[in-house]
């Protein structure tokens, strides 16, 4: 072909991955996750450490094969710190995804299933929503209600449900043009039972990826809201608390109490992005072929 | 344009009178008591009485929409009421901060937009090279990491351990004048960290729109007249390519006012967003309220400047569609 100068390498597709390279990145990414998973559940019961116990004479400790992401500034060890704080967080974070995606599932399935000038008020008030910046309303919602574990899954929770809500809405409206659709209004069943039972099956997979995607994202909302001291209470280890409590540690120049906390958002958010896309190519297989050209 | 610009106008009025709307009726359902804190401490041995009195003096006797009308109308006049933890009228402190968070944010987002092009196009260039895997790597991983903790690693390496730049501030604390000379070393870093913070986004978007545009009819015609590879990426490629991302640069606002919010604490920056954060932990409401309708108000701005983008770059879109 004449065309094929140039054309191979655009033929591999996002990322330049082939196949192989794909598997890989899902293996991984599921064996990442399924370890954080187990570290989450399994560790602190199992090891039944105090993970509060000071140990003044290790205090920043360098990682070493005792301890081996070091010591904090009061001797306590840092991989089980990253635990800890990783368990609340995804905690967290999974509970903000699912208040986040209740809210805007309902909110999407509202507005496509009325359409009309409920659906037009409804997606405006999404878009005054998305005009203040999420952090700024998560900072104002907890600064209002005192900082702690519920205000920040609120928060969290109630400025993310936008993106969500635009899919599910988008979705309704493309399935309510499907011809069982119309057989069964057709066919006499009202309303509410035609959303329910044929509109929001088919809209459970996006809503669902959408809420996977979630998860990371609120990990790091509440890490941030715990970093800037807004968040969870700084005895109760978060990755943010860890990272705000290493500063001063960071400021006489012991990098690690900040390091690996860090660490522990990013690694398992691309993991889960890894997954999520994965799905989300065989939920839509169309856009990986369009990618492919 | 004129036309273009009336609307978005129109359409933010009530987006704004929303979102103060809204400040107010979650300031009341929750349990914040201004009264309580004017008072402070001397609010918890005071006479119901002289709290009645305080109450109806700073007017939040009144009911919700009430409160919110009187702040609406004193805002139109410029009057945003007193910021407690600041001591000074909020006017005047956004109007003393304001222009060093947009000088940290300006300088970041241009940064980010002019490194993000390169990278983009470059990875783009040959989708699956090693430069490409290198860069959407880099990328996700950078996406994936928090602007704080970016931040604070830049500062341990640059601050601490290189001892090249200042660790924060504004200017070195023995002086007593902001000169340029320290305002741009001081700069540097957290305008590096905003920047790279905001890059990732840029990059993967640059990279897919540049990526597609080389696939289209003209870079295979351009190819074709046998243009040189050079003209064809960055005339041909890279001007479509950038159509998709151009309106997108206004809608990056909201994560711009949040990468800031971060970066501001984390290096001490004297802007508008450290001083957020400082009214948060201290509900400084009048300060809060202010801070989120100007914030508001920069995304509706963001969002005009997008359209008009769109419209310069692309001569096939009208204004007055």
Redesign the interface.
């Known amino acids: 072909m004449a ?1 094929t100068t ?2 191979p ?2 033929a ?7 196949a192989t390279t794909r598997a890989w990145r899902v293996w991984s990414s599921a064996a990442i996750v399924t370890a954080v998973v187990l570290a989450v559940l399994v560790v602190p019961p199992v090891v039944n450490l105090d993970e509060q116990a000071v140990h003044l004479a290790d205090k920043l400790l360098p990682p070493s094969w005792e301890h081996p992401f070091g010591t904090d500034d009061v001797g306590r060890d840092l991989l089980v710190r990253c635990v800890y704080g990783l368990r609340v967080s995804l905690l967290v974070g999974i509970v903000a995804a699912v208040v986040a995606t209740v809210v805007g599932t309902a909110v999407g399935a509202l507005a496509a299933a009325c359409g009309g000038w409920v659906d037009r008020i409804v997606m405006r ?1 999404v ?2 929503f ?8 998560g ?8 900082p702690g574990v519920w205000p920040v899954v609120i928060s969290v929770g109630l400025t993310h449900w936008l993106s969500t809500a635009r899919i599910v809405r988008a979705e309704v409206l493309s399935l309510r043009s499907r011809p069982y659709v119309d057989a069964a209004i057709s066919g006499g069943a009202s309303r509410w039972r035609v959303t329910v039972r044929h509109l929001l099956p088919g809209v459970l997979p996006q809503a669902g990826l959408a809420a996977v995607l979630m998860v ?1 994202h609120a990990i ?1 909302h509440e ?2 809201l715990s ?4 968040g969870l209470p700084t005895h109760q280890a978060s990755l943010g608390t860890l ?1 705000q409590g ?2 001063s540690s ?2 006489a ?1 012991d ?1 690690w109490p ?2 690996f ?2 660490l522990f ?2 690694v398992p ?2 993991a889960i ?1 890894g997954l999520a896309g994965a799905w989300r190519e065989r939920i839509n297989p169309r856009r990986r072929s369009e990618l492919m ?1 | 344009m004129a036309r273009l610009v009336g609307r978005r106008a129109v359409f933010a009025v009530p987006v704004l009178l929303l979102v103060t709307f809204g400040v107010f009726a979650v300031a009341d359902a929750s349990p914040f008591d201004p009264v309580k804190a004017y008072a402070g401490t001397a609010g918890l041995t005071a006479s119901q009485e002289n709290l009645d009195q305080l109450r109806a003096n700073l007017g939040v006797d009144k009911p919700l929409v009430g409160r919110w009308w009187d702040w609406l109308t004193s805002a139109l006049q410029g009057d945003l009421g007193d910021s407690s933890t600041l001591r000074q009228p909020v006017a005047d402190a956004i109007g003393e901060r304001v222009g060093w968070s947009v000088l940290l944010a300006a300088t970041a987002f241009v940064v980010a937009i002019l490194l993000g092009s390169a990278l983009g196009v470059l990875a783009a260039r040959r989708p699956g090279g090693w430069l490409d895997r290198c860069v959407t790597s880099l990328a996700y991983t950078l996406e994936a990491a928090p602007p704080f903790w970016l931040g604070l690693l830049a500062m341990w390496l640059f601050a601490l351990k290189l001892d090249v730049l200042p660790a924060g501030g504004l200017t070195d604390t023995a002086s007593t004048t902001v000169t340029f000379g320290q305002v741009t070393s001081h700069l540097a870093l957290p305008a590096a960290v905003l920047a790279v913070s905001q890059l990732p986004w840029f990059v993967l978007y640059v990279r897919q729109g540049v990526g597609d545009a080389l696939g289209d009819d003209p870079v295979r015609g351009a190819r074709a007249r046998g243009l040189a590879e050079r003209t064809v990426l960055l005339h041909h490629a890279f001007r479509s390519g950038m159509l998709p991302v151009l309106t997108l640069i206004g809608s990056r606002v909201p994560e711009l006012i949040t990468g800031a919010l971060l970066v501001e604490t984390v290096f001490s920056w004297p802007g508008i967003a450290a001083a957020t954060v400082g009214a948060a932990t201290s509900v400084d409401f009048p300060l809060l309220a202010a801070l989120t309708a100007l914030a508001t108000a920069a995304v509706l701005l963001g969002n005009l400047l997008a359209d008009l983008l769109y419209g310069l770059a692309d001569p096939r879109v009208g204004f007055d569609g």
């Open positions: 065309e140039w054309r390498a655009s591999r597709g996002a990322g330049g991955a082939t008030l878009d005054v998305a005009s203040v910046p999420h952090l700024l309303l900072i104002f919602i907890v600064a209002m209600f005192r990371p790091w890490s941030a970093f800037l001291g807004l990272v290493a500063r960071l400021l120049g990098w900040t390091l906390p860090g958002i990013i958010t691309l992005a050209l």
